[in-house]
């Protein structure tokens, strides 16, 4: 009954490589997001969705393309991984956009080989 | 520079003691979280503060959020080994729609 859950936990994965993270919850919340979490634990906002639509996108590389095919599922697709890609990443929810307390998932700790 | 900046960084103390960390901005904020995290889990809300001067208390944690709306501050009382993590502080700015995190302190209490 996890409320923010993203799959895999671990991904380890060769530079150039494609690869997917997976959220859900189960919250009821109408928006999501995903973070990056750096080696130094800053927070940073990657993307988030509203009822499906994007609403936040902030400056990442166009290899990094969300989907949310519903408002409770928020993908993240990486497409030629690079070294500096390594991270935490958060999946997270609330129940509506701007200044709402959050529920985050455990993270998906991504490394570059 | 951060929008959210937090202090201090790192600390480390003995079980038993008291501690405060902050949370400081030069923009006003419509309300202020604090969370905690913990090694391999996502960060866990603790308490949302909305009102300029308000105070809250989640058992020995103490919370003030600024007059102004612009800073806050975490005081813990008599710290216990179950409080180590990272704290982390965040908000939107008043007007916004982004909610930005602070870098975080992070605090180890000692047996």
């Known amino acids: 009954d996890t409320a923010v859950s993203q799959t895999p936990k671990y991904l380890v994965t060769q530079m150039g490589n494609d690869k997917s993270i997976k959220c859900e919850q189960n919250?009821?919340?109408?928006?999501m997001y995903w973070y990056k979490q750096d080696s130094k634990k800053f927070l940073k906002i990657m993307f988030s969705y509203n009822n499906k639509e994007l609403i936040i996108n902030e400056t990442v590389p166009n290899r990094f393309s969300p989907k949310s095919p519903d408002k409770a599922h928020l993908n993240l697709h990486i497409n030629s991984l690079e070294l500096g890609d390594s991270a935490v990443y958060f999946c997270?929810?609330?129940?509506?956009?701007?200044?709402?307390?959050?529920?985050f998932g455990d993270g998906t700790r991504l490394s570059i080989l | 520079t951060q929008l959210l900046e937090q202090s201090p960084q790192f600390l480390s103390i003995q079980e038993g003691e008291n501690l405060t960390v902050y949370c400081n901005s030069s923009?006003?904020?419509?309300?202020l979280q604090w969370y905690r995290q913990e090694p391999g889990e996502g960060p866990v809300l603790l308490v949302t503060?909305?009102?300029?001067?308000e105070v809250k208390k989640l058992k020995r944690l103490t919370f003030q959020f600024g007059d102004a709306r612009k800073d806050s501050s975490l005081h813990i009382t008599a710290a216990q080994p179950g409080d180590t993590g990272l704290y982390l502080c965040a908000g939107a700015r008043a007007g916004g729609f982004k909610t930005i995190f602070g870098a975080g302190t992070r605090l180890f209490v000692k047996a």
């Open positions: 919250l009821g919340h109408d928006t």
């Open positions: 923009s006003v904020f419509s309300s």
């Open positions: 997270a929810s609330s129940q509506a956009p701007g200044n709402q307390p959050q529920h």
């Open positions: 503060v909305v009102t300029g001067g």
